[in-house]
């Protein structure tokens, strides 16, 4: 059975290490990233996410929080838009102007997570995902907020889901795809799902099964062996990808693997 479209990297390989090697020197040339979540219940993965960044190289960051965490925000965190909040304390509609004009600041926008419940905050972010043309990263429970509208994420070039194995069920499943994806499952079995579904659908995708990570993007799969799963929990990894993804734009599959590596 051909499969040339699955790819193998290791921790003393890297597969693409002109990516690795070929970070930007210059922080003014290092592109910007906007970070988005957070709740009155908390924004660590944000603070986390601007940290993981920041130590990636990125040349610049700019947060959007609910204005109901104004007053807990720590002195490392610099750069913060406040946006108008819900009665449950997550982003309402009315940040919708606040993300518009991050996404005009910078290179690529991260949906990170703790992002709440609200269903505001849900409307809120499927407006700005059906109207923003640039590289989106989302992930965590961002993910799980725009559940109802998959279609709207797997059907948009320039997107990154980063994503646990039961979302990617769930995400097959409201697009109605044909393939159902079960845990008991052999890794070639998924690899050849992500390689159709990708074919299929212009999103890269990254998850995790047992101890492997997956990356899939236009039938190309690239796999690795992964020990650190709170690394993908927490945002780091979605943040790295988004990272070097802002530093080579046209690359997503080569660059998300690179980043992996970092």
């Not at 990125?58 to 929080?65: P, Q, S, V």
């Not at 659908?201 to 650190?228: F, M, N, R």
Request: net charge neutral; hydrophobic share 40%.
């Amino acid at each position: 059975m051909d499969h040339s479209y699955w790819q193998k990297q290791t921790d003393s390989k890297p597969l693409f290490p002109d990516i690795l090697w070929n970070k930007p020197e210059r922080r003014d040339q290092a592109g910007r990233l906007a970070i988005v979540g957070g709740n009155k219940l908390g924004f660590s993965s944000v603070a986390a996410a601007d940290e993981v960044a920041k130590k990636t190289g990125i040349g610049a960051t700019r947060i959007l929080l609910p204005d109901v965490v104004r007053k807990s925000i720590p002195p490392s965190i610099t750069d913060v838009l406040f946006g108008p909040t819900t009665p449950s304390g997550s982003l309402s509609r009315e940040s919708l102007r606040d993300m518009r004009a991050l996404s005009e600041w910078s290179n690529g926008m991260l949906l990170v997570g703790d992002a709440g419940r609200n269903s505001e905050t849900a409307i809120l972010y499927e407006e700005f995902i059906s109207k923003y043309e640039g590289p989106l990263t989302i992930t965590r429970d961002a993910i799980d907020l725009v559940k109802n509208n998959s279609s709207l994420l797997v059907e948009r070039p320039d997107t990154l889901i980063v994503a646990s194995f039961a979302q990617v069920q769930k995400i097959f499943q409201a697009v109605y795809y044909p393939k159902m994806l079960v845990f008991s499952m052999q890794l070639m079995q998924l690899v050849e799902a992500l390689h159709k579904f990708t074919i299929t659908y212009p999103c890269t995708i990254l998850t995790l099964h047992k101890d492997t990570v997956l990356i899939a993007h236009g039938g190309e799969v690239v796999t690795q062996e992964w020990s650190s799963p709170m690394l993908i929990w927490r945002g780091d990894v979605a943040t790295k990808a988004a990272t070097f993804w802002i530093w080579n734009p046209s690359q997503p599959l080569e660059s998300i693997t690179a980043s992996l590596h970092e």
